[in-house]
């Protein structure tokens, strides 16, 4: 069973950058499509960003195109979301999911693993 650990969240004010990092305890960490959810009060868990494991290909939602790029490093068994020009809409809890198949899929539903989340604030 996989094990993820999300760190790297924390406050930071608007036009700001965070780096989120998700260690994975999986072996074959390289066969895992990885994406990173967030979740603010009230409202469903969303899809950010995903990389798929075969070629790493990466897709986004359109809000943070161009401000925030997901990144996996198959050695450290580790996917990294790197944030910049942060916006107060980009509050809340982000969890990083794996689901193992070759192509992104951008349902909670559709991941099997997440890890506990980290805390991302950003003050206007």
């Known amino acids: 069973q996989m094990q993820l650990v999300e760190s790297g969240g924390g406050l930071v004010q608007a036009g700001g950058s965070l780096r989120l990092s998700c260690i994975a305890s999986e072996g074959t960490f390289s066969t895992w499509t990885m994406g990173w959810f967030r979740q603010s009060p009230g409202n469903e868990r969303e899809f950010v960003a995903a990389?798929?494991?075969?070629?790493?290909?990466?897709y986004y939602t359109d809000s943070v195109k161009g401000r925030f790029t997901i990144s996996r490093d198959n050695v450290e068994d580790t996917v990294y979301l790197q944030m910049d020009n942060l916006k107060p809409v980009d509050t809340g809890i982000y969890y990083c999911?794996?689901?193992?198949?070759?192509?992104?899929?951008?349902?909670?539903?559709?991941?099997?693993?997440w890890g506990q989340g980290t805390q991302v604030t950003v003050s206007s």
């Open positions: 990389v798929t494991w075969r070629d790493a290909l990466t």
């Open positions: 999911g794996a689901v193992l198949a070759a192509r992104a899929y951008f349902q909670p539903s559709e991941y099997a693993y």
